[in-house]
């Protein structure tokens, strides 16, 4: 439950990347734990999956944090039509890059904004990136330097990962790191959190854990 005290806005992620990206909006908000099945279903797509799982996030916080703004995200790599999630270890994470090495792939990375009345906007913002032609060492080199265990495709592209990139587009280049802030922005303001007139010191909007 919120006390008169708490932040209006609540980030339904434990992840430091999207924490520090909430961060640049200088809005204070807290973060929660969603307590969701992340399992991909039979025959989902990996956009499917990210908008679902990103609701679903969003959702399961929204019953704790009545009168709050809260905010669900998600992203998944998609690798033709396989999923690539976090890789969570240094096996997994050098056999996503040797199958990522020198193919393009789509990071879709999903928000959604579930506000104080209940009304509820997904969107999907997609970043396509064409990774280089990668050589074992490069990927040791690459992993042993940056750990990316924890991130969607093995990179980390606030980091070293544009060192494994030949391009990439998209609408929002906060999208590839975790959380879409133009497209965020845009949702919390048509649901009635204007984020300029919100904003504060920096000293001032760090986030709570809960």
């Known amino acids: 439950m919120t006390g008169p005290a708490d932040p209006l806005l609540v980030l339904a992620s434990t992840s430091r990347y999207r924490a520090e990206l909430l961060q640049r909006l200088r809005v204070p908000f807290s973060s929660r734990a969603p307590e969701v099945d992340e399992t991909r279903r039979v025959h989902e797509s990996a956009l499917d ?17 009545p009168g709050c703004w809260v905010i669900g995200s998600d992203q998944v790599c998609m690798l ?49 990136v064409r990774f280089r032609t990668l050589s074992p060492a490069e990927i040791e080199t690459y992993l042993t330097l940056d750990a990316p265990y924890d991130c969607a495709g093995s990179a980390r592209s606030e980091s070293l990962g544009p060192a494994l990139l030949k391009h990439m587009r998209s609408d929002d280049p906060t999208a590839l790191i975790g959380l879409p802030l133009i497209d965020l922005c845009d949702m919390l303001r048509l649901s009635g959190f204007d984020v300029l007139a919100r904003a504060c010191p920096d000293s001032a909007q760090r986030p709570a854990q809960v």
Do not use: M, W, Y
């Open 49 to 65: 999956l990210a908008l679902r799982l990103a609701a679903e996030k969003a959702a399961a916080v929204a019953r704790t944090a």
């Open 80 to 128: 033709g039509d396989e999923a690539l999630g976090k890789p969570g270890s240094h096996a997994a994470a050098v056999a996503q890059l040797q199958r990522l090495s020198g193919r393009d792939a789509v990071f879709h990375t999903a928000v959604c904004v579930i506000d104080p009345d209940g009304g509820v906007q997904v969107r999907n913002c997609p970043t396509e």
